[in-house]
T-cell receptor
Framework: ETGVTQSPTHLIKTRGQQVTLRCSSQ?????VSWYQQALGQGPQFIFQ???????GRGNFPPRFSGLQFPNYSSELNVNALELDDSALYLC??????????????FGQGTRLTVV | DQQVKQNSPSLSVQEGRISILNCDYT??????FLWYKKYPAEGPTFLIS?????DKNEDGRFTVFLNKSAKHLSLHIVPSQPGDSAVYFC?????????????FGSGTQLTVLP
């Protein structure tokens, strides 16, 4: 059983650019969430996808968007990057059936630096 | 509005002693609470959880206590080991099925001294 994998692990972008981060969910998991973790803070919920549809969104502007694919992999896209977007971006997957649906499994994250 | 709070950014304990990490929440609708551990350059790893209908859950050296009236939970690690040194996040969730979302606290850096 493979875990959650994210790519790339590190990325440097210039303010105003666009970025795409990728996530491969754990096998058998059909729900994926994205989180932003700024330095010294806990992960903040960005949005969540279930069966290719967004079904939850945190307090992030529309320039943060996502996709989930039929194989349950997903992307996080951020347009018009700002310096404050510099953070660790975490992807988490979980099953939605059974008693295990409270526990999310996280990838190692993508460290994005905006200069 | 921070719905889950960890007021201690750091905690140091001696190896073999008890570590107690605390967490407070404001939303009485949360029905599950979880603790995650995070090492540098890794994603958070699930540690232990508790349903809001229980007041204690134990798994080996880790025990989580929930006080619903005080909207407070704590994680006890006994005995503490140097390998436990990490950032610990408290998280809470509500909803059902695919709609569940995690709300995290800001974390507590635990250092276990040999």
């Amino acid at each position: 059983e493979t875990g959650v994998t994210q790519s790339p692990t590190h990325l440097i972008k210039t303010r105003g650019q666009q970025v795409t981060l990728r996530c491969s969910s754990q096998s058998g998991h059909n729900t994926v969430s994205w989180y932003q973790q700024a330095l010294g803070q806990g992960p903040q919920f960005i949005f969540q996808y279930y069966r290719e549809e967004e079904n939850g969104r945190g307090n992030f502007p529309p320039r943060f968007s996502g996709l989930q694919f039929p194989n349950y992999s997903s992307e996080l896209n951020v347009n018009a990057l700002e310096l404050d977007d510099s953070a660790l971006y975490l992807c988490a997957s979980r099953p939605t059936a059974g008693t295990a649906n409270t526990e999310a499994f996280f990838g190692q994250g993508t460290r994005l630096t905006v200069v | 509005d921070q719905q889950v709070k960890q007021n201690s950014p750091s905690l140091s304990v001696q190896e073999g002693r008890i570590s107690i990490l605390n967490c407070d929440y404001t939303n009485s609708m949360f029905d599950y609470f979880l603790w995650y551990k995070k090492y540098p350059a890794e994603g958070p790893t699930f540690l232990i959880s508790i349903s809001s209908i229980k007041d204690k859950n134990e798994d080996g050296r880790f025990t989580v206590f929930l006080n619903k009236s005080a909207k407070h939970l704590s994680l006890h690690i006994v005995p503490s080991q140097p390998g436990d040194s990490a950032v610990y996040f408290c998280a809470a969730t509500l909803g059902s099925g695919s709609a569940r979302q995690l709300t995290f606290g800001s974390g507590t850096q635990l250092t276990v001294l040999p």
